[in-house]
């Protein structure tokens, strides 16, 4: 049977073009291991207004014959199954093999064992499981595409995805309104590496990091990594290398084939420098006041034990910082609510409309709704009608109010405060503006489990005033500070490394960086208006290196917060 590859090449894939490997692109990797498709009846680019251009150079300059460019302004889900069955069919194929242009790692063995699996079953879609995301393409049978696309535009079910932009699971995010109509087949990874969240990609800084890093790692297995030797003596001249800004060469073509999906898997989820890249979520304290105490907050007690006094983030400290977060992580969430109200912020506006300046971050705002005003939820929904489209994948404000029971009743007991009826004035106010981005939160604890069902069951509900959207809370007792509260354990049988140390940055309002959130005000390792991030950053690399090798620090091997994932 024929095969038709489609490459999806969208401009939020920041780094597609960037000449990383051995002189060549992930494009042009993705390219190359396009042409050895069997069956081929032809390479379709699938690009948009920013990308086709390049796009066509580079099928040119590779001298790829069977090629041709699809532009459109912008890609839905939709249009992208539209195109996918209109080019099968002119290419008289019976299959899409379905690949982001941007993954320098896919894996012709791991590809071939799709495309079999694919076959033998007589599948209308296939996909590799377990691997790393960016080794194995996706099959869909040519009609699949065009039933795939009816049933995303179809206005009698909830969540159709026809009219999103595409995403990275758009198409198996489309079946699953009615997952039952399809065959699937499943070409499943010896070892699950799922919980790793492992992704090479060049979108974004992170994803270039990572392709890099595990490039360079697989040396011995079509790699190039450099040895001692070799990065004291250049290999060209000859001569002794001086340069203190020498690092490793970019990874030769090999290092992108020459091991399997398996090996290159294993050797990611031991390797620091792809488990820690950049940081993706900073947590930061804007201001020092909170509106009432808290059950599962240690900060005001905190406060008054160690008499530690903060206050408000400056405006100007907080813009320098954002350019700073910007620059080093490109992609990253903000949350606003390490402690205090964010909402009491004189400048909150202002701090909402500066970190929207840059298209790859995202503001995360926890609330009880105190300081709340449908004004000041309007000004900020038209600070976000304003912004540019967001690179990261999220929302560009994103909201959490407190809520933690079904009563105000238990609210009061869980708050020490009457706001409950203020907090769900909040959700109603803020589902009005951010119809997609407003959750009511509720932390399980012993003292109201049993209210969990009742909670679950409102607002889960699509015509509840969130539309849907909750967070069931894991709770933290901080090391001890707060009492053990956890109505259940929910830890992971096997530990597996801290999703904190590897993804978040800690940031006091006084610009300190503790070395964990459960730090409060100690272990303090550096402060973000004094060093650069990169630099404090990396003063705990060593941490994740020790975790991967099964040794933990003192506040890492006590807690359980390690399995809890941000962003």
Same mark, same amino acid.
């Given at each position: ?29 993705? *390219?190359?291991?396009? #042409? =050895? %498709? +069997?069956?081929? !009846? &032809? ?9 086709? @251009? $390049? ?26 199954l539209h195109s996918m069955h209109e080019a099968c069919r002119s290419s008289n194929a019976q ?55 009816? *049933?995303?535009?179809? #206005? =009698? %079910? +909830?969540?159709? !995805? &026809? ?9 198996? @995010? $489309? ?87 398996e090996e290159l898997s294993e050797m990611a989820c031991k390797c620091a420098g792809i488990l ?27 406060l008054e034990k160690t008499k530690k006094k903060f206050g408000e983030m400056p405006l100007e ?251």
């Amino acid at each position: 049977m024929k095969n038709i590859v489609v490459l999806f090449a969208p401009s939020v894939s920041l780094h597609m073009f960037d000449k990383k490997f051995d002189g060549l692109s992930a494009y042009e990797k993705a *390219l190359l291991w396009a #042409k =050895d %498709i +069997p069956d081929l !009846a &032809g390479i379709f680019i699938f690009a948009d207004g920013k990308t086709s @251009s $390049a796009c066509a150079e580079l099928n040119k300059k590779n001298e790829m014959s069977r090629i041709s460019v699809v532009e459109k302004p912008s890609w839905t889900v939709s249009s992208l199954l539209h195109s996918m069955h209109e080019a099968c069919r002119s290419s008289n194929a019976q299959n899409i093999v379905y690949a982001w242009a941007d993954c320098p790692f896919l894996n012709t063995t791991l590809t071939l064992e799709v495309i079999k699996t694919h076959s033998e079953y007589i599948a209308e879609y296939t996909f590799a499981d377990g691997y790393p995301y960016g080794f194995a393409p996706e099959l869909i049978n040519c009609d699949t595409a065009a039933i795939i696309e009816k *049933l995303s535009l179809r #206005k =009698d %079910i +909830p969540n159709a !995805a &026809g009219d999103n932009p595409v995403s990275r699971d758009s198409i198996f @995010s $489309a079946m699953k309104t009615d997952i039952n109509a399809f065959e699937i087949e499943t070409v499943i990874s010896p070892v699950d590496w799922r919980m790793y969240r492992l992704s090479f990609h060049c979108a974004s800084k992170e994803g270039l990091l990572a392709c890099l890093k595990l490039a360079e790692i697989s040396c011995g297995k079509g790699g190039v990594e450099e040895t001692a030797a070799d990065k004291a003596v250049d290999r060209n001249t000859g001569a002794e290398n001086t340069d203190k800004n020498f690092s490793a060469k970019p990874a030769g073509t090999g290092a992108l084939s020459g091991a399997s999906a398996e090996e290159l898997s294993e050797m990611a989820c031991k390797c620091a420098g792809i488990l820690r890249t950049v940081p993706g979520f900073y947590n930061i304290q804007i201001e020092a006041k909170s509106g009432s105490r808290c059950v599962y907050s240690p900060y005001d007690d905190v406060l008054e034990k160690t008499k530690k006094k903060f206050g408000e983030m400056p405006l100007e400290k907080f813009k320098a910082l954002v350019k700073n977060i910007a620059d080093f992580s490109e992609n990253a969430v903000l949350s606003l609510s390490l402690w205090g109200e964010p909402l009491y912020h004189k400048h909150i506006k202002n701090i909402v409309s500066e970190v929207l300046k840059y298209p790859g971050l995202s503001v995360f705002i926890e609330t009880t709704g105190d300081g709340l005003s449908e004004t000041l939820a309007a000004q900020i929904a038209e600070i976000c009608g304003r912004c540019a489209p967001r690179t990261n994948g999220y929302e560009p404000v994103m909201w959490v109010v407190l809520l933690d029971s079904v009563t105000k009743e238990k609210y009061k007991e869980i708050h020490f405060a009457d706001g409950f009826e203020a907090a769900l004035n909040g959700i109603n106010i803020l589902s009005k503006y951010f119809p997609k981005s407003v959750y009511p939160q509720f932390v399980r604890m012993d003292i109201n489990e049993d209210q969990l069902e009742a909670f679950y069951r409102f607002w889960s509900a699509k015509d509840s005033p969130s539309h849907g959207n909750l967070i069931i809370q894991k709770y933290n007792s901080y090391l001890g500070l707060l009492p053990e509260r956890k109505p259940c354990d929910l830890s992971p049988v096997e530990r597996y490394p801290d999703w904190h140390l590897r993804r978040d940055m800690v940031i006091l309002s006084d610009g300190s960086v503790p070395l964990y959130k459960e730090c409060m005000f100690d272990d303090i390792i550096g402060n973000v208006f004094e060093e650069p991030l990169e630099v404090i950053w990396h003063k705990s690399d060593r941490l994740m290196e020790d975790q991967i090798n099964k040794k933990y620090d003192k506040i890492s091997g006590t807690y359980d917060e390690y399995y809890t994932f941000n962003f």
